[in-house]
């Protein structure tokens, strides 16, 4: 434990040493030029992609293509994280991007102090943030140190119930429909879950007892007391519907995007939107899915409230030599042009605007005659109140959440006592002990 602990603080000495050695530490960056001075020279920009699922004929479609044809002088070049390699092996390297794709990873990029705010930039070419999505807007700014605004909203990740429906067809089950509960998924669910020809089909998932948990706005706190919340209905509500979908997918929740998309074992998987991309490439290299999809479950007393809101954003790396042309770049992809480009291509725009509505998926093949309906039936969940607690401590107390579900869904624990065993950890991490 010792070891791995120095080897943690060695790393994050060295990413600082690096950080600090470019002058960047994400603030009071200094613009060298507007749009206009900008480098005319040849330049390729590095896109990393933190905790986002982005397929290379996407990234092509949606990003390098598009910023190719406007700024022939740039080319935006996709990197590809080795599974297992940490991002402060990448900066202490010296080799690390210039622009970073990120949703709720941007965390970790501000942890590093590898933003850089954008607002110099917006002033100097007039930009008025007013036109995105407000709570992409909050969602960004409440990353930045002091509020600032650390990068632009590409898209909003919708969330919807996908399903395999040569499965429904195989089991003569009818398929899902927009408007059901979760109690009403489930039921469904149990139809599809069942072994046949030495097979283990899977009836339904929901990625994590996180995702779950946004849909409900679920604090991990009580505002008024600054203690742990966990012993409350709503928890608990949520731990027996979670426990309800683990039982339908064999308590397996690792490995499901290949269950869905490659094994094809997985009839229903509620999940976030940026999965079309992964669909569409799978059809583009001849295998495609026979899929559909429907309106997220919902619980009653929150209807028309899918997964919690997740914005995919654009940062410049404050490693970057080339913010402007960064800039130029990100400018253009959050364009009104261009997010009228990204919507037909299935991407959910993060400007303002019933416009941003109309064609959604129109240009991808896979699109053609699915529910795309499902996509606006329901709204994302209000994000998450602010804990008075650190970043820091709020993942350590994540972490005893996931614990806490796996515990439940191996059969280990029953949920009240996995619940005041978290309530009691979480007090204890909060407390600092």
Same mark, same amino acid.
């Given at each position: ?9 060695? &790393? ?12 960047? #530490? ?14 005319? !020279? ?71 102090? /590898? #933003? ?67 109690? !009403? ?6 139809? %599809? &879950? ?17 995702? %779950? ?13 600054? @203690?742990?919340?966990?012993? &409350? ?32 074992? /997985? ?46 954003? /654009? ?7 080339? @913010? ?12 009104? #042009? ?54 820091? /401590?709020?993942? !350590? ?37």
């Amino acid at each position: 434990m010792i070891r791995t602990f120095l080897k943690t603080v060695i &790393t994050l000495a060295m990413v600082l040493l690096v950080v600090s050695a470019c002058g960047g #530490e994400g603030q009071g960056d200094k613009v060298e030029g507007s749009e206009g001075a900008a480098s005319a !020279e040849p330049v390729t920009l590095k896109v990393y992609p933190q905790s986002v699922n982005l397929a290379d004929e996407e990234f092509q479609q949606l990003m390098a293509d598009p910023v190719k044809r406007k700024y022939p002088n740039i080319t935006l070049e996709l990197m590809k994280p080795t599974p297992g390699t940490e991002l402060e092996a990448y900066v202490a390297s010296g080799e690390f991007a210039d622009i970073v794709f990120t949703g709720q990873g941007m965390k970790a990029i501000t942890l590093l102090n /590898l #933003e850089t705010d954008l607002t110099p930039w917006m002033k100097k070419n007039k930009i008025d943030v007013a036109k995105f999505d407000p709570l992409a807007i909050q969602n960004i700014q409440s990353y930045g140190k002091s509020g600032e605004l650390v990068a632009l909203p590409f898209s909003v990740n919708f969330s919807v119930l996908f399903y395999n429906k040569d499965l429904f067809d195989k089991f003569a089950v009818a398929y899902p429909k927009d408007g059901m509960t979760w109690d !009403e998924a489930i039921a469904l669910g149990k139809k %599809m &879950t069942r072994e046949e020809g030495g097979v283990q089909y899977l009836g339904l998932n929901a990625q994590s007892v996180h995702h %779950m948990a946004s849909q409900l706005s679920l604090t991990y706190t009580d505002p008024k007391t600054n @203690k742990a919340a966990f012993l &409350t209905d709503d928890w608990k509500r949520l731990f027996s519907t979670y426990l309800a979908v683990s039982d339908l997918s064999k308590n397996i929740h690792k490995q499901l995007n290949p269950l869905f998309l490659n094994d094809r074992v /997985l009839a229903m998987f509620g999940d976030y939107g940026a999965k079309i991309g992964q669909l569409e490439e799978l059809a583009n290299t001849g295998k495609p899915l026979n899929w559909d999809m429907a309106a997220m479950p919902v619980y009653p007393d929150h209807p028309k409230q899918a997964f919690g809101f997740v914005a995919q954003s /654009l940062m410049i790396s404050s490693l970057s030599k080339h @913010k402007d042309e960064a800039f130029q770049a990100i400018r253009y992809l959050t364009s009104e #042009e261009e997010q009228l480009a990204i919507v037909k291509k299935g991407r959910q725009s993060s400007l303002q605007g019933s416009q941003f509505e109309q064609g959604f998926g129109s240009e991808l093949a896979t699109m053609k005659g699915k529910n795309i309906q499902a996509i606006f039936k329901n709204k994302p969940a209000p994000s998450l109140e602010f804990s008075p607690f650190d970043d820091n /401590l709020n993942d !350590e107390v994540k972490k005893q959440i996931s614990a806490a579900a796996d515990a439940v869904t191996a059969g280990k624990k029953d949920i009240n006592t996995a619940l005041r065993e978290l309530q009691e950890q979480a007090d204890k991490i909060y407390a600092g002990k």
